[in-house]
């Protein structure tokens, strides 16, 4: 799961994609939660280091940085420990915007950077109902469940 602040001005960077909004994620890197929740799931179900060991956020090269680039590279670490993915089970809960539109071109794209195909990806929406830090529209999070299989042997 990952986590991250919302401020005010856009856009919006969420699976890997820009959404034209007037609010955006606070972070070090581009602050993606929905990738960095994936990267950190293919990461520890392959038993590797986790995303803060591999990218730390102290370092200079991380700001600002892609997270489809360091998902790509969790993914080609994984890949060399002998696992591929079956598929993979995401939840962004966000009060705005509406994830519905914007899903099918995130699950093409998270699909791309993992070189696997789209319908191995799911991704649901939902909202804080109004309560919370997700329901005032403070915060976003994201978690994801991950299906490695094994190619070693
Ligand atoms: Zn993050």
Known sequence: MDSHRIALGGPMILG????DVDMHFVGHSDA???LHAITDAI????????????????????????????????????REGGWSIVNLDCVVQLEHPKLSPHKDQMKKRIAEILQIEPDQISIKGKTGEGVGEIGRGELGEATCVVLLLGTRN
Request: with cysteine; net charge negative.
């Open 32 to 34: 993606d939660v929905l």
């Open 16 to 19: 890997g994609i820009q959404l």
């Open 43 to 78: 990461l520890s179900a392959a038993g590797l280091p986790d995303i803060g060991q591999l990218f730390p956020n102290t370092s200079a090269e991380n700001c600002g940085r892609d997270s489809a680039d360091m998902l790509a590279i969790g993914m080609a670490a994984v």
